[in-house]
């Protein structure tokens, strides 16, 4: 019963994170083909190498660039 | 946040062992230890003598070329670039700290190429951005010609002429451009090998002996806690490896988003394995990452773009985040107080780090702050999209929808994509605007821990003494803040260009960044780890956190557009023809 019991659990475990990656590696990217402005969104990111995860502006380089900038002009 | 939802309420006496016993103190040592290295190791042993004198001779030479010519020169920018080029963390100590911090980096199709890249696999990539490189650069030196011609002619008439100078001015801003993108183009062209492995070892070793002293100091087992640690690190780093996929970031799902998703698959299905849980130490690896997080929040930043940016961010930002807690108790009826006010600042402030902040000050519980910050996530994702997409299509100009969305969009890194998609300026003035709402954190979270502990948490007809308050009070709050106060004093007081080279591009940038990024991951991942769903999906009942956040968030957008456009077009329109 406690074998069965770990096997479910253990392929519950493969179910779920399949599922997780399927979303998240198939669908995503199957919806960024799907939409230009997600492909353009996609394809500028790549290009500019911006990382929209990051949460703190001592994470982000064009923060640093933006404020460089303003103090020049201002 | 709470670790037990049945706690008794502490009796409230405060004792001396609490400085070397008590989770907050031991919080506020560890991160406080870490702050001091790096100022110590970049103050003392850093590159300091050597910025002194840089410095004095590029701003002796824009000095005299500022005197000389009415706009900024060539001679004058040239000056600036070697001031920019000086970085604290590009000294012996920035770079040990940066190669033994590392996380797993960005892939696309391999997830080998995050923690491996051979020397074979860096040449081909330089190779391949060559081109582009070459072609970048020929076009800077054409635009550089150009402009020094420009400028000749302007100086040959002793820069009297407005034409020519304004010539001069529209072919130096030209060359500017071109030179910005030959450096895009040339970093492209500078990869190199590495391998993350043994350093992502050694600094699991590192976390889990500091992180154990503290453990075994409050009073619980270290052997316990090290050894769970090594699974708590693991989930982590495969955290950081499945969100530097390209597609997972730019849908906003980065390593504290899988940590979650990672650590409650595992917890609800699998199992967290008993010998983990003891290092699932959520509010620990937080705190001490809140405290690292103080060094960040530097007040002189609130000024970067002006008055404008202090209304639209400052102003703007605390009227939310009120409104918004009193429409979810008065009208919504949020069952939960905490998750009113983490939702609240979430949306309101910035996002993942306001919420982290916010959810600690007020000892939220970790499944309200795990589902303020998925709602983030996913109104960030959708919003990083549809803002700029919006504001092109009803023709709103640059610097007003960066504001906006600088103002509204929740992650900093979101806000530099959307506002970077819709033009230079828009990325200039919605960076900007978020790195002043970064700011509000510190007073934020002070705030609400004020407010939690005078009001809140008192019990009904009962007046609360300043013991009391003091005793019920978050100190690491105080860390939190004491870090941020200590770091803007020392930064107004180095000046701006030592207070970037050394500080920002330094003791921070080069320092405490690294540690507090990997505290947080920690910590979601332990979330995860010890996150029950069924816990998790009692709050979403009947929706009102979603509709908490959208109608908040609604409030937002308006306000901050109000606001934008009455600061950047009414009150100050000579800024915005600046910008």
Not at chain 2, 5 to 13: E, F, I, M, T
Not at chain 2, 83 to 109: A, I, Q, R
Request: contains cysteine.
């Amino acid at each position: 019963m406690l074998e069965q019991s770990l096997f479910y659990r253990t392929k519950k475990f493969i179910l779920i994170l399949s599922i997780a990656f399927a979303f998240v590696y198939g669908l995503l990217p199957l919806l960024t083909d799907s939409f230009d402005i997600l492909n353009r969104m996609s394809l500028f990111l790549e290009k500019t190498e911006i990382d929209p995860t990051r949460y703190y502006y001592t994470d982000v380089e064009q923060v640093i660039e933006s404020e460089q900038y303003l103090r020049t002009v201002l | 946040m709470e670790k037990d939802s049945n706690v008794v309420v502490d009796d409230g006496r405060a004792r001396w062992s609490d400085l070397w016993k008590k989770e907050d103190y031991l919080a506020i040592w560890l991160g406080f230890s870490i702050i001091l290295v790096c100022i110590i190791a970049y103050f003392n042993f850093g590159p300091r003598d050597e910025f002194v004198d840089k410095f004095d001779v590029a701003n002796q030479i824009q000095a005299a070329e500022s005197a000389k010519v009415p706009f900024k020169s060539i001679t004058w920018y040239k000056a600036l670039d070697d001031k920019l080029k000086l970085k604290g963390s590009n000294s012996e100590f920035g770079k040990f700290v940066s190669k033994w911090t590392k996380n797993p980096g960005s892939w696309k199709s391999n997830p080998v190429d995050s923690f491996i890249r051979t020397e074979k696999q860096a040449n081909a990539l330089n190779a391949k951005a060559m081109p582009k490189y070459e072609e970048a650069k020929a076009r800077s030196e054409a635009a550089l010609s150009a402009a020094l011609i420009a400028e000749q002619a302007a100086a040959s008439m002793s820069f009297k002429d407005d034409a020519l100078n304004d010539e001069a001015k529209a072919k130096i801003t030209v060359w500017r451009t071109a030179h910005k993108a030959a450096g895009d183009a040339k970093k492209k062209t500078e990869n190199k090998p590495y391998n993350f492995l043994p350093t992502l070892l050694g600094l699991c070793l590192f976390f889990a002996l500091i992180l154990g002293a503290g453990i075994h100091l409050m009073g619980q087992r270290f052997m316990p806690f090290v050894k769970g640690f090594t699974v708590v690190f693991l989930i982590a780093t495969l955290a950081y490896l499945l969100g530097g996929q390209t597609i997972s970031k730019q849908y906003g799902i980065g390593a504290e988003a899988w940590g979650i998703i990672l650590g409650m698959i595992i917890a609800n299905t699998v199992g967290t394995p008993k010998w983990v849980l003891p290092s699932c130490q959520v509010e620990f690896f937080i705190k001490t990452g809140l405290v690292l997080l103080g060094a960040e929040v530097l007040f002189s930043k609130i000024m970067a773009i002006g008055i404008p940016g202090v209304f639209v961010a400052w102003v703007v930002t605390p009227i939310v985040l009120i409104c918004t807690y009193i429409f979810g108790q008065k009208v919504l009826k949020m069952p939960s107080k905490t998750l009113n006010i983490v939702i609240s600042a979430d949306m309101s402030v910035c996002g993942t780090s306001a919420a982290i902040a916010v959810a600690s000050a007020c000892r939220a519980k970790k499944e309200e702050l795990t589902l303020a910050i998925g709602m983030s996530l996913v109104f960030t994702a959708i919003m990083m999209i549809a803002l700029p997409a919006f504001i092109k299509a009803v023709g709103i100009p640059e610097v007003l929808g960066g504001a906006w969305m600088g103002g509204t969009i929740d992650s900093t890194g979101a806000v530099a994509a959307a506002g970077a998609f819709l033009g230079e300026k828009a990325m200039y003035v919605a960076a900007t605007i978020k790195m002043i709402q970064n700011v509000m954190i510190g007073v934020t979270a002070f705030c609400v821990a004020m407010y939690w502990t005078m009001k809140v948490e008192r019990e009904a007809g009962r007046e609360v003494g300043a013991m009391e308050i003091w005793n019920r009070f978050p100190k690491f709050v105080l860390g939190f803040l004491a870090a941020s106060i200590i770091f803007s004093l020392i930064d107004s007081n180095m000046g701006k260009d030592m207070g970037t080279a050394l500080l920002d591009q330094g003791v921070i940038r080069g320092g405490t960044r690294l540690f507090r990024a990997w505290f947080f991951a920690l910590s979601f991942a332990a979330i995860g780890l010890s996150t029950n769903f069924r816990e998790l999906s009692k709050y979403f009942k009947g929706g009102k956190p979603v509709i908490l956040y959208v109608c908040g968030q609604s409030l937002n957008l308006v306000l901050t557009l109000i606001m934008a456009y009455i600061m950047f077009y009414l009150v100050f329109p000579e800024i915005t023809a600046t910008i």
